[in-house]
């Protein structure tokens, strides 16, 4: 059998050490975002949806045989008679949320990021965004949340979400963020894409008085030498280099923006216009067409010239493997970030 | 019932009108899916004539029928029904397909009244109609959701999709009919598809639904399909399987080597309304 030139396959006769040797680690597929010394909360959106639909009536829940992984169980069980099991089919999923959204729901249809953005998207596009129904699709495992390989690594959703006319894009950062997106766009009368942290979720924002507005990037930290600009997790992750490279001298403000589109670009060019700071974005998203080259295309049009810099994940398709390991290797870790900023900053 | 039925004009009258109107526009623009306005006229006729409740002045009144256009370029043919049901006004026949007009070649809901979603990308209607259902079911709304689709689009993987939910959720108001003249872009659909006169209807009751086949262009028949989907008391989805013959009436176009676009001369468009003058139904 011949082995395609983007093989992994290590030959049958090349020895593979052990995976102790080696320190190799292992996570759970759907395994909650690293939380070490901090807390978490809980389903932050299946509770948020149950809290709304008491007063909601218009509120139902639809997915494609992945309630239990993307909290919708939660509301399932609350309110068995508004959940929708349409089973394995996400055209399905997606034009008969249209549907109901037709006739006056606000229908919220949950999957996996990699199959609402990849399967789905025509359907996506001509029944419920060409239409501008209120339908809001939230997705798990995005960007690189998993480690079962490109199947499930959704590190293309932005960029193909960002191309359609009329849809809201949402990037939130942790369970406090989660709660709060999930009010607003059930407020929202448009479609919205959300992308979502399940299960047990950091709570990182609540320490800093955050609080989500559509379409509003806010500063979390200020800082003279670095502004970040994060979406999604990277922005707990830039808090964290922050306070890391603080302690090697370097401030860093972190500008966070979970509105991928339409992006807050007033907000971003005005910072980034402060001057005497390098301009980092730091997406879990590919370098395409994502949060960065987002950035910088505001940067560019509004005649914004800083020096720039992307932390994102290579226009490749990733490999499997543990994600704190990943994480590493594709520079997603705070290490990985901090390492680079200094580089940067002494380029 | 709240529609224009009950008047004294028949099923076949309004069929033969409907032809006109979309021979009218044919000839608007010098072109048009006319093939398909032609063989689907009888099916639309029993459709908005004697099935439908509906309000032609009210075209979002929530107790309407719900018709769901999948297939965007039958419009021409859903635009002749609804002229002729009196929810468009018949001189926006000649707009048809022109800037600015309500009437696009290809059906979009955003642009014209009475029309319940955007067709076009075929395999959508029947996803879009299964929500509509679950939704009238949700508001405790009697209407039926009724999606036309196309013999071609039963290759798109999406509406077995639909077809295996709707299953599910026992939706007994959702009515599909297939309009089956064997006929798509490259050629005939039973050429690509496992398909055809006999067996289609198997395979929808395979997957738990009401499902029959009927002559299409023969009204009597339609009638008494609607009129067994509609009173139906199984707890089931109901699809109509309408064998159609693209340009039905027009004896020189059906006799034309039929293909998905039907070619009409431009001096033809005013040879085939004089042809059906001369055999107006009562």
Redesign the interface.
């Known amino acids: 059998m011949t082995i395609g030139p983007n093989s992994r396959r290590t030959p049958a006769h090349i020895a593979r050490p052990k995976p102790a040797e080696r320190g190799a680690r292992t996570s759970a597929m759907i395994a909650s975002l690293d939380a070490e010394g901090r807390d978490t909360i809980s389903a932050p959106f299946g509770h948020a949806l149950v809290d709304l639909a008491k007063t909601r009536e218009d509120i139902?829940g639809l997915t494609a045989d992945l309630g239990k992984y993307t909290d919708l169980h939660i509301f399932a069980e609350a309110y068995p008679d508004?959940f929708?099991q349409?089973?394995m089919?996400e055209?399905?999923l997606?034009?008969?949320?249209?549907?109901?959204?037709?006739?006056?729901?606000t229908?919220f249809a949950t999957t996996y990021a990699v199959f609402a953005s990849r399967r789905a998207y025509?359907?996506i596009?001509?029944?419920i965004a060409?239409?501008n129904l209120p339908v809001k699709i939230v997705c798990a495992l995005p960007g690189l949340t998993t480690g079962y390989g490109p199947s499930h690594q959704a590190t293309e959703d932005l960029a193909i979400m960002r191309g359609m006319p009329n849809m809201t894009v949402l990037d939130p950062c942790d369970a406090v963020e989660t709660d709060q997106a999930t009010r607003a766009i059930a407020d929202y009368p448009g479609p919205v894409y959300m992308r979502l942290l399940r299960g047990k979720v950091p709570n990182v924002l609540g320490e800093y008085g955050y609080k989500f507005e559509l379409g509003k990037a806010k500063e979390i930290r200020p800082g003279s030498d670095v502004l970040f600009i994060s979406s999604g997790f990277m922005t707990m992750r830039c808090l964290d280099a922050a306070t890391a490279l603080e302690k090697d001298g370097v401030s860093c403000a972190v500008l966070h923006s979970p509105t991928i589109k339409p992006l807050d670009e007033a907000t971003i060019c005005a910072e980034a216009a402060k001057g005497g700071r390098l301009v980092v974005t730091a997406e879990n998203h590919s370098v395409t067409g994502g949060l960065g080259e987002a950035v910088a295309g505001a940067l560019a049009r509004n005649q914004v010239h800083v020096p720039f810099r992307q932390v994102a994940l290579p226009d490749e398709f990733l490999d499997a493997g543990a994600l704190p390991s990943l994480h590493d290797q594709y520079g997603l870790s705070v290490p990985s970030i901090t390492t680079r900023v200094k580089g940067w900053l002494n380029d | 019932m709240e529609h224009p039925a009950g008047s004294n004009v028949s099923l076949a009258r309004r069929a033969w009108s409907i032809r006109r109107h979309a021979l009218r526009m044919g000839e608007v623009q010098g072109q048009g899916y006319i093939g398909q306005a032609l063989g689907s006229a009888d099916v639309l006729a029993v459709s908005y004539f004697h099935a439908m409740r509906y309000r032609p002045g009210d075209p979002d009144w929530e107790g309407r029928d719900r018709f769901l256009l999948s297939i965007g370029h039958y419009a021409i043919a859903l635009y002749a029904a609804m002229i002729e049901a009196g929810i468009l006004p018949e001189d926006e026949i000649e707009t048809y397909g022109m800037d600015d007009s309500r009437l696009p070649m290809s059906g979009m809901a955003a642009y014209t009244p009475g029309m319940e979603i955007t067709g076009g990308s075929l395999g959508h209607g029947l996803g879009i109609a299964v929500g509509m259902a679950l939704g009238l079911k949700r508001k405790k709304n009697d209407a039926f959701v009724y999606n036309m689709l196309s013999d071609g689009e039963l290759g798109e993987g999406s509406t077995w999709e639909a077809v295996m939910g709707a299953a599910a959720w026992k939706l007994d108001n959702l009515i599909a009919i297939v309009d089956f003249n064997n006929q798509q872009a490259d050629g005939p659909t039973m050429d690509a598809l496992a398909t055809g006169p006999g067996t289609e209807a198997a395979k929808w009751q395979a997957f738990g639904w009401h499902a029959e086949e009927v002559d299409g262009n023969d009204i009597d028949a339609v009638v008494a399909a609607f009129d067994r989907a509609r009173h139906l008391k199984e707890p089931k989805p109901r699809a109509i399987i309408c064998n159609t013959k693209m340009c039905k009436g027009v004896p020189f176009l059906e006799e034309r080597e039929i293909t998905h676009f039907v070619r009409v001369e431009p001096e033809e468009w005013a040879k085939a309304l004089a042809h059906l003058d001369t055999e107006m139904p009562e």
């Open positions: 139902v508004r929708y349409m089973g089919a055209a399905l997606m034009s008969a949320a249209a549907g109901m959204a037709r006739e006056g729901f229908p025509d359907f596009v001509m029944a060409e239409e």
